[in-house]
């Protein structure tokens, strides 16, 4: 059996240790990559001046971020659907919308259909139409 040098042994302890050592220290904590957010329910359907809650979750690679600051919300078109920060959409006028949750650079969206438009009030009994007037009526004479 052949024995083993001092310099065999120092070149296996340097090659041991540069391999379980770091020259740029230990590895920093990150935050988890978001991959997505997700709009619950995805789509709705509403009259004009109803209203839906929607709710985002936003999802990294290990899971659902709850402690995180709230998603943005916007609307491609507010005169269709409006939306709040916290995700209540009023439907507006008949059409269909995109509305979008935001968080970081992560985007998710629902589409709302207003089925109808928000009705206006009916005339007062005793007081005439505008239309009928082709003026606005004075509500100090109705």
């Known amino acids: 059996m052949r024995a083993v040098t001092p310099l065999q042994v120092a070149i296996a302890a340097a090659t041991l240790l540069a391999a379980c050592t770091s020259t740029t220290g230990p590895r ?3 935050d988890p990559e978001i991959l997505v957010v997700t709009v619950a329910p995805s789509s709705a359907t509403i009259d004009g ?3 839906i809650k929607l709710n985002a979750t936003v999802m990294s690679e290990e899971g659902p971020v ?29 059409g269909e919308v995109r509305i979008i949750a935001t968080w970081q650079n992560a985007r998710g ?14 005339d007062e009994p005793g007081c005439p139409a505008a239309s009928m007037t082709n003026s606005i009526p004075d509500p100090l004479e109705c």
């Open 109 to 122: 969206s629902a589409f709302v259909k207003v089925a109808r438009a928000l009705k206006p009030p009916p």
């Open 49 to 51: 001046g109803a209203f």
């Open 66 to 94: 709850t402690s995180r600051a709230p998603v943005s919300w916007s609307s491609a078109d507010p005169t269709i659907a409006a939306v709040g920060s916290d995700g209540l959409v009023e439907g507006r006028r008949a």
């Open 28 to 30: 920093p904590v990150t």
